[in-house]
């Protein structure tokens, strides 16, 4: 059965292919092929060293000796741009527009401002940026300031007084309903401990790295953890725990920075495994005739040496894996490599 064979017969099976019924395997060697691409991140070894990080777009005010580097409106600016860290907008994309409204509204930024607006307002305002969802987005930001003015003092920063893990800082902010914020669950609670945590705004702390498709992506096509079935859905949230149990056994046991780990593997995803013929979206349309790349021949090798010919971990690499039926269906699916 091809690959598009089996996401069409998962499409009508999604409960076969979620949660309790996929077998997740951690795998011995994971913390070796970590080991490489920390190292590889740290020389600053391609493709790092032609690597820039999204949040390098932020606005000139909030860089050292900017009018509001290391201000609320700083921590502020990071807090809310998570909402547009949920998939479905390009994070350079975000970045570059987010610095935009913020240079253009700062009152956006300014907590208390911000928990008296009127959401309507809010996203009429934001509408003008077309970063999409501003009617779901004003309604976030609005509330948890709200919740930031109540209980932390109008700086998001507070929340993380007191409180030493990552735990503590998921059971803090992850939304429950009862409590936590609107939009934060793990994923968004690792993302703000980076982006803090990056820009000095926080005291360093261990969390495992933002488990979005980049971070499943090079996990699973390097197989350091491998799942069966090899397609599969997302949404019952196992393999992404499996993930971060990853990262935080190799984390304590390698004493590493999860700055360097997060960046080694997001900008590996983002600024190299996009580039593969493999990964396109073509090659993950239902019924498309993908060839593997021929090494053989000089077009398509000309391609392999721009992606997979400069990854620190190729020979481990055993899967493509496109990013359309991820934020399409939330499935992973993959195809193999025979290269």
Same mark, same amino acid.
């Given at each position: 059965?091809?690959? !598009?064979?089996?996401?069409?017969?998962?499409?009508?099976?999604?409960?076969?292919?979620?949660?309790?019924?996929?077998?997740?395997?951690?795998?011995?060697?994971? /913390?070796?092929?970590?080991?490489?691409?920390?190292?590889? @991140?740290?020389?600053?070894?391609?493709?790092?060293?032609?690597?820039?990080?999204?949040?390098?777009? =932020?606005?000139? !005010?909030?860089?050292?000796?900017?009018?509001?580097?290391? !201000?609320? =409106?700083?921590?502020?600016?990071?807090?809310?741009?998570?909402? /547009?860290?949920?998939?479905?907008?390009?994070?350079?994309?975000?970045?570059?527009?987010?610095?935009?409204?913020?240079?253009?509204?700062?009152?956006?930024?300014?907590?208390?401002?911000?928990?008296?607006?009127?959401?309507?307002?809010?996203?009429?305002?934001?509408?003008?940026?077309?970063?999409?969802?501003?009617?779901?987005?004003?309604?976030?930001?609005?509330?948890?300031?709200?919740?930031?003015?109540?209980?932390?003092?109008?700086?998001?920063?507070?929340?993380?007084?007191?409180?030493?893990?990552?735990?503590?800082?998921?059971?803090?902010?992850?939304?429950?309903?009862?409590?936590?914020?609107?939009?934060?669950?793990?994923?968004?609670?690792?993302?703000?401990? @980076?982006? /803090?945590?990056?820009?000095?705004?926080?005291?360093?702390?261990?969390?495992?790295?933002?488990?979005?498709?980049?971070?499943?992506?090079?996990?699973?096509?390097?197989?350091?953890?491998?799942? *069966?079935?090899?397609?599969?859905?997302?949404?019952?949230?196992?393999?992404?725990?499996?993930?971060?149990?990853?990262?935080?056994?190799?984390?304590?046991?390698?004493?590493?920075?999860?700055?360097?780990?997060?960046?080694?593997?997001?900008?590996?995803?983002?600024?190299?495994?996009? =580039?593969?013929?493999?990964?396109?979206?073509?090659?993950?349309?239902?019924?498309?005739?993908?060839?593997?790349?021929?090494?053989?021949?000089?077009?398509?090798? *000309?391609?392999?040496?721009?992606?997979?010919?400069?990854?620190?971990?190729?020979?481990?690499?055993?899967?493509?894996?496109?990013?359309?039926? @991820?934020?399409? =269906?939330?499935?992973?699916?993959?195809?193999?490599?025979?290269?």
């Amino acid at each position: 059965m091809s690959n !598009s064979e089996k996401l069409s017969v998962g499409l009508k099976n999604r409960e076969a292919l979620t949660g309790a019924n996929l077998k997740i395997t951690i795998n011995p060697s994971a /913390y070796e092929t970590l080991d490489v691409l920390v190292d590889g @991140y740290r020389n600053n070894l391609p493709p790092y060293d032609e690597s820039v990080l999204p949040q390098e777009c =932020k606005p000139d !005010s909030l860089r050292p000796g900017g009018e509001y580097h290391g !201000s609320s =409106k700083h921590a502020m600016f990071f807090w809310n741009i998570c909402s /547009y860290m949920q998939g479905g907008v390009k994070t350079d994309m975000a970045f570059k527009r987010m610095t935009d409204i913020f240079n253009k509204n700062p009152d956006l930024f300014d907590c208390k401002s911000l928990a008296e607006a009127d959401p309507v307002e809010v996203s009429d305002r934001l509408s003008v940026y077309r970063l999409g969802r501003q009617h779901a987005v004003a309604d976030c930001w609005v509330k948890n300031a709200q919740i930031l003015i109540d209980k932390y003092d109008g700086d998001p920063r507070n929340i993380f007084n007191d409180i030493n893990t990552y735990e503590d800082c998921v059971e803090r902010i992850k939304n429950t309903g009862n409590s936590g914020f609107n939009g934060f669950r793990e994923k968004m609670t690792s993302m703000i401990l @980076y982006f /803090y945590m990056n820009e000095n705004l926080i005291s360093e702390t261990s969390f495992p790295m933002p488990v979005d498709f980049h971070a499943l992506r090079v996990v699973l096509a390097t197989e350091m953890i491998t799942v *069966e079935p090899r397609d599969f859905y997302i949404y019952s949230h196992v393999v992404e725990d499996s993930l971060r149990e990853l990262f935080q056994g190799y984390l304590k046991n390698r004493d590493v920075c999860p700055l360097e780990l997060t960046n080694s593997i997001w900008l590996l995803s983002s600024n190299l495994c996009s =580039k593969s013929l493999g990964n396109r979206p073509a090659a993950s349309k239902e019924g498309s005739d993908f060839r593997e790349l021929d090494v053989d021949n000089l077009r398509l090798s *000309e391609s392999w040496r721009r992606s997979c010919g400069k990854c620190l971990v190729e020979r481990c690499c055993r899967l493509y894996i496109p990013s359309g039926p @991820y934020y399409d =269906k939330g499935a992973i699916r993959v195809i193999e490599k025979t290269t």
